[in-house]
């Protein structure tokens, strides 16, 4: 009970999943179906070595992703460095940060998207023990949950782009969606600024689509894993089911059923543990740089809207900019403090089994499973930082303090 290895190869899954008491299958898995499909599109996810796509494929990941997440922070960065003054710093200043976090984040996912595939075959190990239609609810749940944020940021993401554009169509002379440096004049001719204009679309359009992905992935997978802490207690719940009904069906079990179905679930529960490692590994820095990106964005849009408030179109820009950074980390911390409270769920599971009923082997592994479980686990962005909601609000805090210091230098 000691060592399990999660990674459990497919004929031992086909033979857990023909022990399984339904014939309903539910797969977590689809949880990350839209994540796969925008990586694919972001060209992180080649066909195998022998398709005849692969070459055409990485051609085009590599334009694509030279034109998007090299050059367009490079042409906001080298605009930057020529700021006149802190309003101007500050009008680019917010965006820059987000563009090369953006950048940063999606090459985390790029050197972590093999650690993230092999989540599915310990999702699917997992999948097969649900054995209750609540259990199974548990799950769906948690696939709805992911499904669900995913589409509320896909919306609110394109509100943002929709509100860029605005600041161009809605100006009297010609401006730029953001701040951005070209080696040519783009405000000479009417052709010059078109392709600037049209490019600086293209960029903005890729990067949110690869920051939608980016952005999702972290609490997707840790809905997905509460989902899985709060079916493995209904299973142990169920152990010490109270009601009649309940205890007629336990009595039909021998004790060394009961046992058994014990010991499945201490080796499931280490299953999960390795799972939360493996999920912690892949997203660890991944949240430290959203902590990092929020709070300096945050503090250079809040001096940056003193100065250009006049200006509607920009100022309804910064709204929905500051709204999708700071709904971010919010998210993601409300979600690293509900596995916390699944992992107390989970103890309280233990605590109901009605363990003062069975003999002294189901107590010893039941202690081992309590021992287990009250280690405390937190999600950690670069392992250092807790991921919960008093995070957010010290970010929060912490943003206000750079906010009034810039405001005071200006």
């Not at 609540?134 to 709805?144: A, F, N, V």
């Not at 939360?276 to 991944?286: A, G, R, V």
Request: hydrophobic share 45%; with cysteine; proline share 3%.
């Amino acid at each position: 009970l000691l060592h399990i290895n999660p990674l459990v190869d497919r004929r031992e899954m086909q033979t857990s999943s023909h022990s399984s008491t339904s014939n309903h299958k539910i797969h977590t898995w689809q949880a990350f179906r839209n994540h796969w499909i925008l990586w694919k599109f972001c060209g992180i996810l080649p066909p195998k070595r022998d398709s005849r796509w692969l070459k055409p494929y990485l051609v085009y990941g590599i334009i694509l992703n030279v034109t998007t997440a090299l050059l367009f922070p490079l042409t906001l960065i080298v605009d930057l460095i020529f700021s006149q003054n802190l309003t101007e710093l500050c009008e680019n200043l917010y965006v820059t940060i987000t563009a090369v976090i953006c950048g940063l984040k999606f090459v985390n996912v790029f050197t972590v998207r093999h650690k993230l595939l092999e989540v599915r075959w310990i999702l699917e190990r997992l999948d097969v023990r649900a054995n209750s239609p609540q259990q199974r609810q548990e799950l769906q749940r948690g696939i709805d949950t992911t499904r669900k944020w995913f589409m509320a940021f896909l919306r609110f993401y394109t509100c943002a782009v929709i509100t860029s554009q605005l600041v161009v169509y809605l100006s009297k002379e010609r401006v730029l969606m953001y701040p951005s440096w070209f080696p040519w004049d783009w405000k000479a001719s009417k052709r010059n600024f078109l392709f600037a204009h049209c490019y600086q679309v293209y960029a903005v359009s890729v990067c949110t689509v690869e920051n939608l992905g980016s952005d999702t992935y972290p609490q997707a997978y840790i809905v997905v894993l509460i989902a899985h802490i709060r079916a493995l207690a209904l299973r142990i719940k169920s152990l010490g089911e109270s009601t009649a009904a309940a205890a007629s069906k336990s009595r039909q079990l021998s004790n060394d059923e009961l046992y058994q179905e014990l010991v499945n679930c201490v080796r499931d529960h280490q299953i999960v543990h390795e799972l939360f490692l493996t999920i912690q590994e892949c997203i660890s820095k991944t949240c430290l740089a959203q902590f990092v990106a929020t709070g300096l964005a945050q503090c250079t849009i809040g001096v940056y809207v003193i100065y250009v408030g006049s200006d509607f179109s920009r100022l309804l820009n910064s709204f929905m900019f500051f709204g999708a950074i700071t709904i971010e980390i919010l998210i993601l911390c409300y979600f690293g403090d509900l596995y916390c409270r699944a992992n107390d769920f989970l103890i309280d599971a233990i605590y109901e089994c009605n363990w003062i009923e069975r003999d002294e082997r189901f107590k010893k592994a039941l202690l081992l499973l309590l021992q287990r479980s009250q280690q405390t686990d937190c999600i950690r962005a670069g392992n250092l930082i807790p991921v919960r909601l008093p995070t957010f609000v010290k970010i929060m805090k912490t943003a206000y303090s750079a906010f009034t210091v810039l405001n005071e230098v200006n």
